[in-house]
């Protein structure tokens, strides 16, 4: 086999809403998080080895494209919320 085309691995998690401790009801809303997990062959033994990635969450914004408000386009800001690491067991 060649190296891959693309040496990375995109991945998105979704996570549940998660409840604080404490009488106040406050939680976590739940979150659409985003990696871009690098990965490479080794090439005597064959392996892959991945490697660790900074997590995301887009903040997405929604913008007016035209002045009559027919169009709009979405741009999305990631910002860092972490570390991810993938160890194979």
Do not use: W
């Not at 060649?2 to 549940?16: A, D, G, I, N, V």
């Amino acid at each position: 086999f060649k190296e891959p085309l693309y040496p990375f691995l995109l991945l998105q998690m979704e996570t549940r809403e998660m409840p604080l401790p404490g009488s106040d009801g406050d939680a976590i809303k739940p979150l659409k998080l985003y990696a871009q997990i690098t990965h490479k062959r080794d090439r005597d033994t064959g392996t892959v080895e991945l490697g660790s990635a900074s997590l995301n969450v887009r903040e997405v914004e929604t913008i007016k494209a035209d002045p009559f408000g027919a169009a709009s386009v979405e741009l999305y800001d990631e910002v860092d919320v972490g570390r991810l690491s993938i160890q194979p067991l």
